[in-house]
């Protein structure tokens, strides 16, 4: 575990399983708004965030900001 954090590693959900730290995948859920992922984990000092993370945030991302423009012209 030490080695893992150490380094820091990221699991899918099907490897978490594998090393043995979860036993099941629960079902994807759809949200209405999420964070800056991409900014957070800079924040945070993550050195080794997941490509395929950062780029589905930043679609969401996007998504959110266009609802929070819309949201301030009402």
Do not use: S
């Amino acid at each position: 575990m030490k080695d893992w954090m150490d380094v820091e590693t990221w699991f899918t959900g099907k490897e978490a399983i594998e090393a043995g730290l979860a036993h099941k995948i629960n079902e994807g859920r759809q949200v209405a708004a999420c964070a800056n992922f991409k900014e957070l984990a800079a924040k945070f000092g993550y050195r080794n965030v997941p490509a395929a993370l950062t780029t589905l945030n930043q679609k969401a991302w996007a998504e959110t900001q266009r609802r929070q423009a819309i949201a301030a012209k009402l």
